[in-house]
Antibody, heavy 124, light 110 residues
Framework: EVQLVESGGGLVQPGGSLRLSCSGS????????IDWVRQAPGKGLEWVGR??????????AYAASVQGRFTISRDESKNSAYLQMNSLKTEDTAVYHC???????????????WGKGTTVTVSS | QSVLTQPPSVSAAPGQKVTISCSGS????????VSWFQHLPGTTPKLLIY???ERPSGIPDRFSGSRSGTSATLGITGLQTGDEAHYYC???????????FGGGTKLTVL
């Protein structure tokens, strides 16, 4: 079964750090981008960033709202991706999902499998 | 303020048809493929449409997508109460170098 499972969420104070993990199974992990998408309470979906697959040298990209504070990495030996979150703000409170993305020819992209998410609460 | 503009809500009766619009610009919808996602409260977002008009396996043909210029549209026919959910469009934006989502549309099946 193809699946993604997030872990590592919790309660953290403003200015603190947290590291989320996304473990994949049932597919060739290195062939896929892994995106992080969050949903704050009462808000819509917001893209956080991504780590591209082997074909794109595992490069990363970030939303402006987290650039410089969040870092995405991956470990192919563990079929896992990570979201290191530093200098956390109250507005980073959200459910964080990881999702796999297959990039095809001519800019085709398919975000077809999502994890159930892990909750991050930033509060004093 | 989302880069992609969706109506906050739409509604229709069971069995009817509804369309949800997603308006963007030349740096996003006008240039890149659009996907649509269904999100029911407490569940994982579900891919309904990718590459403007393609359905993943398992998605019924009641769901359709289209793109024209800098706008995209999701269509749902034969509405069911189980279709009540939030729907999001998404695509890449070259000006922001980021994936962007619409603000979401809440569908109510009356």
């Amino acid at each position: 079964e193809v699946q993604l499972v997030e872990s590592g969420g919790g309660l953290v104070q403003p200015g603190g750090s947290l590291r989320l993990s996304c473990s994949g199974s049932g597919f060739s992990f290195s062939d896929y981008y892994i995106d992080w998408v969050r949903q704050a309470p009462g808000k819509g979906l917001e893209w956080v960033g991504r780590t591209r697959g082997k074909a794109h040298s595992y490069t990363t990209a970030y939303a402006a709202s987290v650039q410089g504070r969040f870092t995405i990495s991956r470990d192919e030996s563990k079929n896992s991706a990570y979201l290191q979150m530093n200098s956390l703000k109250t507005e980073d409170t959200a459910v964080y999902h990881c999702a796999r993305v297959l990039r095809g020819v001519s800019s085709s992209w398919i975000m077809d499998v999502w994890g159930k998410g892990t909750t991050v609460t930033v509060s004093s | 303020q989302s880069v992609l503009t969706q109506p906050p809500s739409v509604s229709a009766a069971p069995g009817q048809k509804v369309t949800i619009s997603c308006s963007g610009s030349s740096s996003n919808i006008g240039k890149y493929y659009v996907s649509w996602f269904q999100h029911l409260p407490g569940t994982t977002p579900k891919l309904l449409i990718y590459d403007n008009d393609e359905r993943p396996s398992g998605i019924p043909d009641r769901f359709s997508g289209s793109r024209s210029g800098t706008s995209a549209t999701l269509g749902i026919t034969g509405l069911q109460t189980g279709d009540e959910a939030h729907y999001y469009c998404g695509t890449w934006d070259s000006s922001l170098s980021a994936l962007v989502f619409g603000g979401g549309t809440k569908l109510t099946v009356l």
